[in-house]
């Protein structure tokens, strides 16, 4: 069975909901997902390094603050040095996700900044590989609605509870998009 990791770091629970749907989509296909959270400092355990190192995939998830990941994120982006070093993570799947409370909010800059760390660590990184829905009869609630080809995006206002938002199509599309991980990971095996 694959392994896939999903790290992330979330501030007011909107980006968990993301994760939770992706980890979904993971099983679904066959799959064993652990979520990883960057705790409140920037932090993860080692034992989550050592699940990072076991993995299969790792899916990056960040909410977008300010046009980019997180500061914790990025504390922990600087804190794979180690892995880095070792190439630990070289040949691994990777994908990301993001969440901001507008339609557009720079979310591509956050999934710009999660390909090239992947980059760096020479991993592979699998995209959302799903259509866009952008005719006149689009819903909100239709799957890739937020039109993201990169990564996953998803959207949440800025007063909405985690409860609220993700709004169902977005978390609908996180699925998806944790299936086709799982998929794509299954491929490389």
Known sequence: MKKVAIVYHSGYGHTTKAAEAVQAGVAANGAAAELIL???????TEAQWASLAAADAIVFGSPTYMGTVSWQFKKFADASSKPWYHQQWKNKIAAGFTNSATMNGDKLSTLQYLFTFSQQHSMIWV???????NSKAAQRNDIN???SFSGLMTQSPSDSSPEEGPLPGDLETAKLFGQ??????????
């Open 38 to 44: 960057i705790d409140a400092e920037g932090n993860i």
């Open 127 to 133: 995209g959302t590989g799903l259509m866009p829905s």
């Open 145 to 147: 609605y937020v039109g």
């Open 180 to 189: 086709r991980i799982a998929e794509v990971a299954k491929k490389f095996s």
